[in-house]
Nanobody, 121 residues
């Protein structure tokens, strides 16, 4: 079993900041890509940012320059620092990790339960 603990969501005013974290635990051998996705009401889930095991990152155009992503491999944790938040950033944010549970298994995608971010004055 793999469990996730997501935290950091909440209500913030436009222009404010939030820091999301997602910690994985359980039967984990190694984690390749860690990332954050979001889904707003009536919209499809979309990639926000991801970070590979080597440290390379990828961001959605809409968040470039405002969001940063980082990871702590020792803690199996990924962070998303969100600055200059806009109303259109409001969504449920999900972490995703591509991991394998043993050296003999393949890499599979695992998802957190989601944390709500509301941007409103």
């Amino acid at each position: 079993q793999v469990q996730f603990v997501e935290s950091g969501g909440g209500l913030v005013q436009p222009g404010g900041s939030l820091r999301l974290s997602c910690a994985a635990s359980g039967s984990i051998s190694s984690i390749d890509v860690m990332g954050w996705y979001r889904q707003a009401p009536g919209k499809q889930r979309e990639l926000v940012a991801e970070i590979a095991s080597g440290g390379s990152t990828n961001f959605a155009d809409s968040v470039k320059g405002r969001f940063t992503i980082s990871r702590d491999n020792a803690k199996n944790t990924v962070y998303l620092q969100m600055n200059s938040l806009k109303p259109e950033d409001a969504a449920v944010y999900y972490c995703r990790m591509r991991l394998r549970r043993s050296w003999l298994s393949r890499f599979d995608d695992y998802w957190g339960q989601g944390t709500l971010v509301t941007v409103s004055s």
